[in-house]
């Protein structure tokens, strides 16, 4: 009995011992490179998305010109009409 509770002693020692250590450098410059690229497609993103919603502005900007611009040119339509009818009158 005693021989078998030294033996379990001595292998969960051996056990917390292995598990104490840290990781590596390697591991450790991985996880920075890692970081570092998640940093930069962040970035990325946030920029990608200000972009879009500028061209989104743009865009509804554009559209809206055209709408005047095309009820202008109904109204015009309109006033050549009115015209044209006063002279066959």
């Known amino acids: 009995m ?14 917390l011992a292995g598990c104490a250590s840290g990781p590596d450098e390697a591991t450790t410059a991985k996880l920075d490179e890692l970081n570092n690229q998640v940093s930069q497609l962040s970035d990325q993103v946030a920029s990608l998305k200000s972009d879009h919603a500028a061209m989104m502005s743009k865009a509804n900007a554009t559209s809206d010109a055209a709408m005047a611009a095309q009820e202008e ?4 339509n309109e006033r050549i009409d009115n015209i044209a009818q006063s002279y066959t009158k």
Request: aromatic fraction near 0%; glycine fraction near 0%; charge should be positive.
């Open 2 to 15: 005693n021989k078998m509770l030294i033996a379990a002693a001595a292998s969960s020692v051996l056990l």
């Open 73 to 76: 040119a109904a109204r015009a």
